[in-house]
């Protein structure tokens, strides 16, 4: 049966099949120990051969300094960028009620289906020098090179501008919300104590909304850092592009792992900086009960201005990109290699279709041990491999292949070695050569996608079902069968699709682990580009657009579902 906590609240034990709690507990440990593995292979492999630190020498004179400061300085203008377009857009939509608002709270979440690296290649197409726009400037005004003075798309400030444009739904969204928790009773009492409008946003609103900007500030920041695709093709020398260079450029494996460890405390860094930052900070909603700020009514110029504030960043992130893509994909439609594509579908499919499946297998195995283990040192251990699992999704994905890389590598060819000798057969690369090291990163990347919304719905399911059902007789996998999975349906499916659509447009862990002759619609998608093929590029890049798209229209409905209505 079940018994009640000290504070009042169920606490649900085992009363059929205790055997479980070791294999539950044991499960759990060796699933945090694969997440940590890759985190272990960098830093074990952080030396050289030799045991000196020759080559993280070489890097820190040479590699290092350039990849710090243009990695800085991009982070740096991104959340600038995210900041300013994200909490501006929330304000408007959250606070304000004008020509078009109810349409611009679900769209400016579009950006989220586009891939950074796609936008990259749109945008260099239609602003470079032989592009329609630049072109049609020479054609107008008669002008040569040397007469007109135009910014450079493939640059740093590029790159930012790429990365905000298509990054900033991520404070949007969690600004949003902060601001619709303001209570008509915080104005009143801004206005009582002779607050302007001004004021009051500076003093009550912002720091109501400053956790989410930050928290969504974090997130884009921790992309940026993770990305590889639009990073390379602007030319620059990011950490995230210096790794892939030594790994594959320069086959120099050492100076791989020890550059994706000095990312890697980078990205420690940071977390800790915000946590510190947040300090013992705690912010509470405001009861359903209170009665929410009403919106301002804006008309004439100043409606006109948000309609304008908010198209900007929609249309800078998604409309024209996608118009663009789709003027480039026009001409080639004929010349299209259909057959070669379905095949890059199928891969595409097939690979985020496993990892989704493989995703939610390990997600339910965790949550559902921490739901039926009792208090005591096996929850503990459960609890910590949760937590452990979760923080991969803030490791770049280049340090995890090259974590992932080098000690199934070695286990693979020691097990070659050893199958050799004893039977005079050997595996050959079992698994680095397959996509079972595809799988493993995309399990330790994408963990805390799917344990987020998983989680969420088995604490919806109150224990007193559990006890009802184990009244009855039922164990825990029937109860798990006939209460819980019905219930967790609507979570499971959300939380798979989120790993699918983040799969499908993944690439630097897929360019590094792929096996041979193995190619997904991302990576040739990059590598078409790269190869300025952009017209071939445009189909791949599309169909990942319409699949990313699935998920945000999800989320856009889910938003308009729990507006506050008369906000």
Avoid at 242 to 264: C, E, K
Avoid at 293 to 320: D, E, K, N, T, Y
């Amino acid at each position: 049966m079940d018994k009640r906590a000290p504070g009042g609240a169920w606490q649900p034990t085992l009363v059929h099949g205790r055997d479980w709690q070791p294999a539950f507990v044991g499960v759990a440990l060796v699933c945090a120990a694969l997440v940590a593995l890759p985190v272990l292979g960098v830093f074990g492999s952080f030396m050289s051969a030799d045991g000196s630190f020759d080559t993280l020498a070489h890097l820190t004179a040479t590699v290092i300094p350039r990849a710090a400061l243009e990695t800085g300085l991009l982070v740096l203008m991104v959340m600038v960028g995210v900041v300013l377009l994200g909490t501006t857009s929330a304000w408007l939509v959250a606070a304000h009620e004008f020509p078009g608002r109810s349409v611009f709270e679900w769209a400016l979440l579009l950006p989220l289906a586009m891939p950074g690296y796609i936008v990259a290649y749109a945008y260099t197409d239609f602003l470079q020098f032989s592009g329609p726009l630049q072109s049609l400037l020479r054609d107008t005004f008669n002008w040569q090179r040397s007469d007109y003075w135009f910014p450079e798309i493939r640059s740093l400030p590029g790159a930012a501008f790429v990365f905000t444009v298509v990054l900033y739904p991520y404070v949007y969204l969690l600004a949003r919300t902060a601001f619709l928790a303001r209570t008509a009773s915080m104005i009143d009492a801004a206005r009582s104590l002779g607050l302007t409008p001004w004021q009051t946003w500076l003093r009550v609103n912002l720091p109501l909304a400053r956790p989410a900007v930050a928290a969504g500030a974090l997130l884009a920041l921790m992309e940026t850092l993770a990305d590889y695709g639009a990073a390379a093709y602007f030319g620059l020398q990011t950490f995230t592009t210096a790794i892939y260079r030594a790994w594959y450029a320069l086959g120099d494996r050492i100076a791989a792992s020890q550059l994706a460890a000095v990312l890697l405390v980078v990205v420690v860094v940071v977390m800790a900086l915000e946590v510190r930052m947040r300090g013992r900070a705690r912010f509470f909603s405001p009861p359903n009960s209170a009665r929410p700020a009403p919106r301002q009514r804006l008309s004439g110029g100043a409606g006109v201005a948000a309609m304008i504030a908010c198209c900007l960043p929609l249309a800078l992130g998604f409309v024209i990109p996608v118009i663009i893509l789709l003027h480039l994909l026009w001409p080639t439609l004929g010349e299209a290699q259909y057959g070669r594509y379905l095949g890059w579908l199928g891969n595409s499919l097939f690979i985020a279709g496993a990892a989704a499946v493989l995703t939610l297998v390990a997600v339910l195995g965790i949550a559902y041990a921490r739901r039926l283990l009792p208090a005591g040192r096996g929850a503990q251990a459960v609890r910590f491999a949760a937590k452990a699992m979760n923080l991969g999704y803030a490791v770049p994905g280049a340090v995890i292949a090259v974590g992932i890389l080098l000690p199934l590598a070695a286990f693979d060819n020691a097990l070659d070695a050893a199958l050799k000798s004893l039977i005079g057969v050997g595996t050959g690369l079992l698994f680095t050569g397959s996509v079972v090291a595809l799988l493993y990163a995309y399990l330790v990347r994408y963990f805390a996608v799917a344990y987020q919304p998983v989680e969420a719905g088995l604490a919806r399911i109150t224990p007193t079902m559990d006890a009802s059902a184990r009244s009855l007789g039922s164990g825990p996998g029937e109860v798990f069968r006939r209460v819980h999975l019905p219930l967790l349906t609507p979570s499971l499916a959300a939380a798979a699709l989120l790993v699918f659509v983040d799969v499908m447009k993944e690439l630097p862990a897929t360019l590094v682990l792929r096996p041979f002759n193995f190619d997904t619609l991302a990576v040739i998608a990059y590598q078409m580009a790269a190869d300025e093929r952009l017209g071939e590029a445009a189909l791949p890049s599309l169909t990942l657009v319409m699949v990313g798209v699935v998920p945000v229209i999800m989320l856009s409905r889910a938003i308009s579902r729990t507006s506050r209505p008369g906000g």
